[in-house]
Each structure stands twice: as structure tokens, then as C-alpha cells.
């Protein structure tokens, strides 16, 4: 029974992946949430946040300022509708390349979010409401980070914490503290900031790639970026977005919670979390590009 339930878990994977660009309807809906106002002043306790229990302990709660009430959805288990936005670097002096966002154009995008009443999420938090439930946004989003750039700690983090957002952040495990990368004393101010750090990797190797070492490329980066951080890693960005079942297979074994690549659905649920898909913000984007990815606009 183990083993079919595998079987159907990775055919339906793999569909996922294969369609992951096909967004679904996005009036689709989660069950019937009920509503709840947050005081600026508190924080949600640990009895309104649901984690499953057979997921790690998240990262601190953070250290933010939010607007004067924040709307809280409180959901049981199941699928949840939110837009995971991708970069790579924030910075004035990248010009010409897809992977690169101005920051005074990161800023824009931002304060539109701010503005219509978009409030962001962890990765793992998202995971653990999928699978226990418990309270999201009224508008939620995620905000993701890959390789380790200095950058981001530099121009999208100031960003980020003016409007009281947080990301969650993919670094390659043997580039923190190289040449223009993070160093583990900015990671660990960004976790006391309420960031969530995942695993790239230990190389940046595409993981389907004959003669890669999975087990030090997955494991060996979750095992090394806990012990630098003191904080469990519980999420992991595939290299290029390219899995396969083994892949996959060992993400899940190795005590993962989630996992993220690419696409443009903004649908997740329990069938997707090792695979959830992320938009890929790129330099050339207008504002009307990047709003039209989002499913909630007014405030």
C-alpha cells in the first residue's frame, strides 16, 4: 500500500510539474475561513498557528512593525490560493539581465502589494497551514530569494522591512560568505527579522544531472546550514527547477517539509508541496506585467 501511495504521489507530481504553468481558475476557493483581527501589537500565538506535526519548528516570529490591524483567514487543512513570487538579485548595478530587479523598481512592486492589502507568509508556514490548517492573510503572498546574493541583504531587505514583509531565502550553501554573497551574520539577522532560510543546494548543480552527488546536494546543505544557523531548515529550492521521483524521493526522505521550482500556478495543496511553483519576477516586467499575477487588486 506504501509503495502505491508513492506511485500515485509521484504520477501526480509530475503532472503538476508538467502543467505548472497553466494556472488554475483563480476563482477557486479554499473552504469557508472565518476571519480574525490581529492588533498591530500582537503577533499570532502559537496556539492560532497550526504546524503539523510531523514538520520541523519554523523560524522566529518576527521582528516587524505591521499596519495598525492585520486580517487573518483561519482555514482547516487543504488547498490555499497564493502568488510565490521568485528573484535573484535587487541591485543599481546589474543592467541587462533577466534575473536582476532595480530596487527603486522592487520598491514600486512592493508598496503596490502594501497598498492593496497584500501581507506575506514564510514558505513553511504555507506548508504547515496546507497540511493542519490555521490562519493565513486575507491576501496572502510569498517572497522568495535564490542563490545567497548580498544584495538581497542589502537593497530587499530594508525594502521588505518597510512595509513589514518577510521572504523566505534560498541559499547555496558553499557560496555564503564568497564574493559579493551573504555572509551567516546577515542570514542570522535576517532570521531574527522573521525570515525563513532554505537550502539551494550545497553547489548549485542541476540534481538530475548524471553523477551528482544527491545526498551532499540535499542533505549534506540542510545538514551544514543548521549547524552554521542554529534553525532547522525545512524547505528546499530545486537548482533550476528540475527534479525527477528520485530527486523528489530524497528531498522528502531527508525531512524537508516543502519544496519549490518553478511555474505560474498559484494553487497549492498537499499533492504540490515538493513541488510548489514560484513566478519568476524578471527585469523586464512592467508594473502591469507584474499585477497581472495577482489574483486580489484594490484595496
Not at 504547515?128 to 530587499?156: E, H, K, S, W
Amino acid at each position: 500500500m506504501k509503495n502505491l501511495f508513492k506511485i500515485s504521489f509521484f504520477l501526480l507530481l509530475i503532472s503538476l510539474w508538467l502543467l505548472s504553468g497553466c494556472q488554475r481558475n483563480l476563482n477557486d476557493t479554499i473552504f469557508p475561513p472565518t476571519l480574525t483581527l490581529i492588533p498591530a501589537s500582537q503577533t499570532p500565538s502559537a496556539t492560532q498557528t497550526a504546524i503539523a506535526s510531523e514538520t520541523p519548528t519554523p523560524s522566529p516570529t518576527p521582528t516587524i512593525t505591521p499596519s495598525p490591524t492585520l486580517v487573518y483567514l483561519t482555514v482547516p487543512a487543504g488547498p490555499v490560493q497564493v502568488p510565490i513570487l521568485l528573484y535573484h538579485h535587487i541591485s543599481a548595478e546589474i543592467h541587462y539581465s533577466r534575473y536582476n530587479v532595480d530596487p527603486a523598481v522592487f520598491d514600486d512592486q512592493m508598496k503596490w502589494l502594501s497598498d492593496n492589502g497584500y501581507r506575506t507568509m514564510n514558505v513553511s508556514d504555507l506548508a504547515n497551514v496546507i497540511l493542519a490548517g490555521g490562519q493565513i492573510p486575507l491576501r496572502p503572498v510569498l517572497i522568495t530569494f535564490d542563490d545567497g546574493d548580498m544584495d538581497v541583504y542589502q537593497n530587499a531587505f530594508p525594502i521588505l522591512k518597510k512595509y513589514g514583509f518577510t521572504a523566505t531565502f534560498y541559499v547555496v550553501n558553499d557560496y555564503i560568505g564568497g564574493k559579493d554573497m551573504v555572509t551567516i551574520n546577515e542570514l542570522t539577522d535576517l532570521i531574527q527579522n522573521g525570515w525563513e532560510i532554505g537550502s539551494h543546494s550545497s553547489n548549485h548543480l542541476s540534481l538530475t544531472a548524471q553523477g551528482v552527488d544527491i545526498n551532499t546536494e540535499i542533505h549534506g546543505s540542510k545538514v551544514e546550514l543548521q549547524n552554521k544557523l542554529g534553525v532547522t531548515i525545512n524547505s528546499f529550492a530545486y537548482p533550476f527547477g528540475e527534479i525527477n521521483p528520485e530527486v523528489v524521493t530524497r528531498t522528502i526522505n531527508f525531512g524537508y517539509s516543502s519544496a519549490v521550482g518553478l511555474g505560474e500556478s498559484i494553487m497549492h495543496d498537499r499533492w504540490s508541496l515538493f513541488y510548489l511553483t514560484r513566478i519568476e519576477i524578471q527585469n523586464a516586467y512592467s508594473m502591469d506585467k507584474f499585477i497581472s499575477y495577482f489574483p486580489w487588486q484594490n484595496p
